[in-house]
């Protein structure tokens, strides 16, 4: 286990610790794996995954994970661990009816224009993990956990994650769209004879009632993102102070390590507590000299040449990975390598084993 990890972990200051990094480079697993470690150390641990393949439960031991907290059995754990899968639809609907009446909820629920953005507006995902860490917190306040790790969404950019909550606020305060629909006007009022003559062109285009659906769907939608803005303000402070931390989950490969070096340089261009990089699924090198290796590959008998050049394909593998990331190493920012399994992930043992230390392994044949 790398011993800046567990000093990390171990902080009693540390309340909420978000994985953040591309798609398809093990963020969910290692957060699970964080989580737990974190609970092995003492601390009463909630990991939320928002990812919707559930990977996490299946890495856990866990049957299904649930949209409320489930406790994670952990044996010879100094502290305890619950897991909880955040479902997108489910938080949006409640946060929603949260901040508007019965009826005008149930209304909403229903409108098409909701639904869709509730299930594929780019951004809706981030807020919502936004307003969930949120609640999350206060609950922690309240003495249920003492540290949060957050599953970021699944993205294509690991930007997303910082920027897609202001795609939303951006769909509710658009100017234009709110005077072409007749919401309050504001300095805008002397665009009435405009947005009139645009709102008849929309009600022919869409048709009246789905024109109808729209104006109310974004009347009721703005007072719930006025009220999601003001909580999503405190969780804001609360991802800035030292009370957080970011871990940015990255991959050997040269795409997904510009990407986690764009991240790297986002959150420290924002301010935002950067704790360390995680580099996940690397190749763990022979230890011997590629010239000898070479050599004893060329004079070894037929049987050994396939084992010799198999671990000449390795060390070339963990040369390129090293380049790869290279632009990370050189951040500064602590870094954990971890070792890439042939066996996988699929149960507690092997999700507390990732963070063993990496061991170059001697190749067979040669007096190294």
Not at 73 to 96: T, Y
Not at 168 to 188: K, Q, T
Not at 297 to 322: G, T
Not at 350 to 367: K, M, N, V
Request: with cysteine.
């Amino acid at each position: 286990m790398n011993a800046d990890l567990d000093d990390l972990l171990r902080r009693d200051g540390l309340r909420v610790l978000l994985c953040v990094g591309t798609g398809g480079v093990g963020k969910t697993t290692l957060s699970a794996a964080v989580a737990a470690r974190a609970a092995m150390l003492g601390r009463r641990v909630l990991v939320v995954t928002i990812d919707p393949a559930r990977r996490l439960g299946q890495a856990m031991g866990l049957d299904a994970l649930a949209h409320e907290p489930s406790p994670v059995s952990l044996p010879g754990a100094a502290g305890s661990l619950q897991a909880m899968m955040l479902d997108v639809r489910h938080a949006f609907d409640r946060a929603l009816t949260a901040q508007v009446s019965a009826a005008e909820a149930e209304r909403i629920r229903v409108n098409p224009f909701y639904k869709a953005l509730a299930e594929t507006f780019s951004g809706t995902q981030e807020y919502v993990a936004m307003e969930a860490i949120g609640e999350l917190q206060r609950r922690a306040d309240a003495g249920e956990w003492d540290l949060l790790v957050v599953d970021t969404p699944p993205s294509a950019s690991a930007l997303d994650f910082l920027d897609g909550p202001s795609r939303l606020e951006s769909l509710a305060h658009n100017p234009l769209l709110r005077v072409v629909l007749g919401l309050p006007r504001g300095p805008f009022g002397f665009l009435d004879a405009g947005a009139a003559f645009a709102g008849r062109a929309l009600d022919a285009i869409l048709g009246g009632r789905l024109f109808g659906d729209l104006r109310t769907f974004l009347r009721v939608f703005e007072r719930a993102v006025l009220a999601f803005e003001s909580h999503a303000a405190a969780t804001r402070q609360l991802l800035a102070s030292e009370a957080a931390g970011f871990l940015v989950v990255a991959a050997p490969r040269p795409g997904p390590a510009a990407e986690a070096l764009a991240l790297v340089r986002r959150l420290r261009a924002d301010r935002l507590p950067l704790r360390g990089v995680l580099v996940n699924q690397v190749t763990v090198p022979v230890e011997v000299d590629p010239e000898r290796l070479a050599d004893a590959e060329e004079s070894a008998p037929a049987a050994q040449r396939a084992v010799l050049r198999h671990h000449r394909l390795r060390l070339a593998q963990a040369e390129a990975e090293h380049r790869a990331i290279a632009g990370l190493l050189r951040t500064g920012v602590p870094a954990i390598s971890i070792a890439r399994r042939d066996g996988g992930v699929n149960d507690l043992a092997s999700l507390l084993a990732l963070f063993a230390p990496l061991e170059q392994q001697p190749a067979p044949g040669l007096d190294v």
